[in-house]
């Protein structure tokens, strides 16, 4: 699975069947600026340039949780387990446990 982000959307493409699906789009005034496969592969995580992190369910196309407190865009997503770490413009990395509701650590 390749998942790719092009301007306002993201797209997946499967190597087994060669077809690509639109995961998601942003707002028209938003743009997706990084995206990151977990570590098992069935969530991916968009940052966009507003400063958000989405968590997405890829086998059912849902958005699982949106990540606020960055200021600027997400340019870094990293994955380590339940954890993830998202680096932005605004020059800070939060890491945040995904098993607490709203935990930055």
């Known amino acids: ?3 790719v982000g092009l ?3 993201v797209y997946i493409w499967s190597a087994c ?3 690509v699906k639109k ?4 707002p ?8 990151g ?16 992190t989405q968590i997405w369910d ?15 865009r997400v340019s870094a997503v990293a994955w380590n387990g339940s954890t993830i770490s998202t680096g932005s413009r605004d020059r800070m990395i939060l890491s945040r446990d995904l098993r ?3 935990s930055i650590i």
């Open 1 to 3: 699975m390749l998942a």
């Open 7 to 9: 301007n306002r959307s």
């Open 17 to 19: 069947t060669s077809q």
């Open 23 to 26: 995961l998601c789009e942003t």
């Open 28 to 35: 028209l005034d938003d743009m997706i600026t990084s995206v």
């Open 37 to 52: 496969w977990s570590n098992r592969g069935q969530h991916l995580a968009v940052g966009t340039n507003s400063g958000d």
């Open 58 to 72: 890829t086998n059912h196309g849902k958005l699982v949780r949106t990540l606020s407190g960055h200021l600027g």
């Open 100 to 102: 607490c509701k709203d």
